[in-house]
């Protein structure tokens, strides 16, 4: 049985950071597609960053050159650092994989098999 689960969530003031953590059981993040996704209220759930099994991201455009990727694949942990946030970055976040192991990621949350329970994030102005 696969798990996936975030942390690292949490309330800040814009500008301010945090750095979301992803592990998983049962599956090893490093070996498919993993994607960070995001949900606001009464919005549709969108992709943050999508992360190829070599670790390289591709950001939406509204948070390039604020958030970064990176991975500790001995412990099987993907991470999603978050700067100079902002209030429209506020939402719950989701980790997911996939059971993808092409080198092409898809962007849309139907190729992702595995989700966590998701952690929020608010940004207040």
Known sequence: QVQVQESGGGSVQAGGSLTLSCTASGWFLYSSCMAWFRQAPGKEREGVAIIDRNGTPTFRESVKGRFTASQDNAKNKRFLQMNNLKPEDTAVYYCAASRRFSDYCPPES?????????TQVAVSS
């Open 110 to 118: 139907r190729h992702y098999h595995y989700w966590g329970q998701g």
